[in-house]
């Protein structure tokens, strides 16, 4: 199993500001995924970040509003730009093992005010 | 595109008592994985068990098993004697087994059941 270790766990942040979210975990995996998870809601993947090539964004969500790093093999972060309101959520970061399951890191309450 | 749709938005069973969960999914592939997770208050995705779906046999992780019927596409999670430590919200998720280690695609999850224990 992997270890991931998210940070911060929650913040409260001022409308137009940034927050970027780190994702560091224990071991090497090729992938790291994001997700948002909006308030009382399932998880929505937002991109797939690839160490060494430009992040994978799903539809509905962009780089220059979500953009992502992946600097190396065990480390990740997501920013969160211009936010507003509505970018109230809870942020996850997740890998997945040779075996094919997914863990996940302790999430970010992101709240927007 | 893949869906996956969980049809009880809540549920509730008495504590030792057995529980199902249910969780439909729709796919033109035919090899992936299925997942159960669990999330408790402290919102922290936590993995309950998972099914490939190239085996035939029902996963089963002690008190937690599922029933894995693939050509109606159906994947519902049992828990037995329910423990209050149980309560929380449940995902079921899917993901395909393509691209390299299997790890290529990100998982699709339903909207969660939200399972509450009677004590």
């Known amino acids: 199993s992997a270890v991931i270790s998210q940070k911060p766990s929650r913040d409260i942040c001022q409308r137009g500001t940034s927050l970027t979210i780190q994702c560091q975990v224990d071991?090497?995996?090729?992938?790291m995924f994001w997700y948002r998870q909006q308030p009382g809601q399932s998880l929505t993947l937002i991109a797939t970040?690839?160490?060494?090539?430009?992040?994978?964004?799903e539809s509905g969500f962009v780089i220059d509003k979500f953009p992502i790093s992946r600097p190396n093999l065990t480390f990740s972060t997501l920013t969160v730009s211009n936010m507003s309101p509505e970018d109230s959520s809870i942020y996850l970061c997740?890998?997945?093992?040779?075996?094919?399951?997914?863990?996940f890191g302790q999430g970010t309450r992101l709240t927007v005010v | 595109a893949q869906t996956v749709t969980q049809s009880q938005p809540e549920m509730s069973v008495q504590e030792a008592e057995t529980v199902t969960l249910s969780c439909t999914y729709d796919t033109s592939e035919s090899d992936y994985y299925l997942f159960w997770y669990k999330q408790p208050p402290s919102r922290q995705m936590i993995l309950v068990i998972r099914?490939?779906?190239?085996?035939?046999q029902n996963a089963t992780e002690n008190r937690f098993s599922v029933n894995f019927q693939k050509a109606a596409k159906s994947f519902s999670l049992k828990i037995s004697d329910s423990q209050l430590g149980d309560a929380a919200m449940y995902f079921c998720a899917y993901r395909s087994a393509r691209g390299s280690g299997g790890g290529a695609d990100g998982l699709t999850f339903g909207k969660g059941t939200h399972l509450i224990i009677q004590p």
């Open positions: 997740s890998v997945v093992d040779r075996t094919g399951r997914a863990f």
């Open positions: 970040a690839n160490q060494g090539s430009e992040a994978t964004y």
């Open positions: 099914q490939e779906a190239y085996k035939q």
């Open positions: 071991s090497q995996v090729t992938m």
